[in-house]
């Protein structure tokens, strides 16, 4: 695609205003002058250049927030058992400021989100269905072989712990207290959880999620 300019651009503003936020480029290449560029550097005329996209890279201590329109993206990351905030009644600016402050992947759709300045860990989710935007975010972040079920309160984010059943017993519906003996707290919100049929289609569909990640020991499948 050729692009005239009315006079010296940085590369990040020549490229967002392609629609491509900064932290959705991963190297920037000049095929006139052989090399890689930095963001921060300025247009040269008649350069060539070649955009990537980011590798995907692991993260050593996973954590996210979803934009309020990635509800259902967020209770697959917390089911999947990573730290993931949301809250729909969020504005932009307060999303980016605790992005940074909490040190958080912010999970977006919004193109406006992503070009704050302050977004560098920030990530564009393309996918309208929310199996997808969660398969995005496990290649990205390599952290297919990091998923530990229900480690998160799919409701609040908090941590779950195992409860005595006596403790809980009059929470428990009768039917499923017949069967059931495992059961878990929210140490949050006091949410009460137990593995019933739901978690069994919820397993499933993590599995076929996982089945098209990269792991450590397994390339990218796509
Ligand atoms: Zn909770």
């Known amino acids: 695609?050729?692009?005239s300019l009315a006079g010296p651009s940085s590369l990040k503003d020549l490229i967002e205003s392609l629609r491509v936020p900064?932290?959705?480029v991963g190297s920037v290449y000049s095929l006139v002058?052989?090399?890689?560029?930095p963001l921060d550097s300025l247009t040269v005329p008649g350069d060539v250049l070649e955009v990537r996209g980011p590798r995907p890279c692991r993260l050593t201590s996973p954590s996210f927030l979803c934009d309020g329109h990635l509800g259902k993206l967020a209770l697959l990351?917390?089911?999947m058992g990573f730290d993931t905030a949301w809250d729909n009644s969020w504005s932009e600016p307060r999303m980016a400021r605790r992005g940074v402050n909490e040190n958080r992947v912010v999970l977006t759709r919004s193109l406006s989100l992503l070009k704050r300045s302050t977004m560098d860990n920030a990530m564009l989710i393309r996918s309208d269905d929310p199996d997808e935007q969660a398969r995005e975010v496990v290649c990205r972040f390599l952290l297919a072989d990091q998923v530990r079920m229900f480690g998160r309160c799919s409701k609040c984010n908090g941590l779950p712990r195992e409860v005595a059943k006596a403790d809980v017993a009059s929470r428990i519906p009768p039917k499923t207290a017949k069967w059931l003996d495992t059961y878990y707290l929210c140490r949050d919100c006091d949410q009460l959880f137990w593995e019933g049929t739901h978690v069994t289609a919820l397993r499933r569909?993590?599995?076929k999620i996982l089945a098209r990640c990269p792991t450590s020991d397994r390339p990218d499948p796509s």
């Open 33 to 37: 002058s052989k090399r890689e560029l």
């Open 1 to 3: 695609m050729a692009r």
């Open 205 to 207: 569909r993590v599995e």
């Open 22 to 24: 900064h932290c959705e």
């Open 77 to 79: 990351m917390r089911v």
